[in-house]
């Protein structure tokens, strides 16, 4: 009964977004495939290791609706340049859950899903909606997307001591420019009130650390614009250009250029680049030479650029157990940070690092 | 004379036209190859926002979706 009645609303609901969006004949919006993936992740960059599995499956029901549900482990071995110069490394782990459903009614999918993630001293819950319609002829898919989220700030032995909100507004459009060629853009604003900050981060003010002290506050902004284009029947070129600017000043671009390249039967090769240059927020000081009510030395809102070289390959393994079609997946990535305005408190110098990251996945469509 | 600007009226009503989708269903075949898939795994996906989210102080407009953490 429950579920007719929801099954009803959320026909209506996709009738009064199509009747809004359409603008052209119906188009072929479906919903995502079946699938199953197995992943094993690692990092390693900044006396940072943090290693773990992530699974995740999907699995529809009457055409209409699609479950999926993922597990997310984070195992961190922590000795960064934080925790060296101001404490003791340590080792935490961080689960993350997430179910979901899509539906589908004619030319729109409705997405909902919610996400738990928990470690020693932080939890999270968030809650989030997507809407995508086809418009123009199937040419044009519009998105709409809220995201609210829900955190607890803790410190070990002090315990929960602050909360911290987040509400994330999304607008896509993919547009189909030719037989050839995609583009896309997005725009994403994140609202954030709480405690925004570490506890166990210290500020430098002439000197001597103090506790930093972050706004309660913060606004963001993203533009991203993008488009992938096929050269021929077995390569494509790809990229997108991402500004960003929020309310503490902070600002970045962000580049992604990359090449894919079918390399034999089934066989995808993929090699990008990635560029990003920052400017540090307005309160971020490395070492203060004044007294201000709000103060930090967080690394990620300093002045900085990084570039990352990546390569992926996919490899078809053929259909096991009668129906699974399986793809072995593996991704390197290695990445070069350079901070402007961060001292190695160690040596005196700019502080700068080299990250390697590394996939590991099966993935199983039926 | 007044021929002139009932000429020019339509031309401008012509030129408000809505634009007819041009790229056909049928023409279509190449966008929907892997190969010009826009995302990959959701899993992967979701490590190398999160490997970048809390290291990086821009974030957003990658059509991932992330959870919060502590760990920035």
Redesign the interface.
Known sequence: MVATSLSRLLARLAALLGGVFA???A??ITLPENRA?A?A?A?DGDGVR?TGP???IRKSIADKVSLSG?Y?V?M?SNASIDVVTTASPFKET?R?Y?VGADYVERDTLISV?G???T?P??K???L?VDVAQEV????STVSL?F?R?S?D??QKLVGYFDT?T?W?Y?L?L?Q?????W?A?A?????ADEGYLG?PYRVARVFGAAVPERNPRTRT?????L?G?G?LD????V?GSW?Y?WDTWA?R?H?LEAGY???VREGW?ADGSLRV?N?DA?LFYSDNATAETRYITR?????SYS?IGVGA?LSAPLGKWAGSYAVTA?G?F?RVM?RWRDFTDLRSGGRYRFDAT?L?L?L?ATY | MRTIPLLALAALLGACA?P????K?Y?????A????Q?S?????D???E??RV??????????V?G??????
Request: proline share 3%; charged share 20%.
């Open positions: 603008l052209g004949p188009g072929a993936e992943l992740h990092y943090a992530a699974l995740l993922s997310y984070d961190v961080r993350a997430t899903s996400e738990s993630s470690e001293d932080y999270a819950r968030s989030s123009f002829g199937g040419m997307g995201t989220g955190d700030v803790g911290a987040h994330q999304r896509g993919t189909v420019l030719t037989p050839r995609l896309t997005n725009l994403e604003v994140v570490s963001s902004r993203a533009l991203k993008g992938v096929s029947e077995k390569s494509a790809y991402r960003f902070v970045a962000t894919r390249r079918y995808l990003v920052q927020a967080n690394r990620q809102l300093a990084s992926k997946h991704g990535e940070y990251v996939q996945y993935t | 809505a007819e989708p041009w790229v269903p023409e279509r075949e190449r966008l190859d892997p190969i010009m826009l990959g795994a959701a899993t992967a979701k490590h190398r999160h490997v809390v290291r990086e102080g821009a974030r957003g407009a990658t059509g979706q959870g919060g953490c502590g760990c920035n």
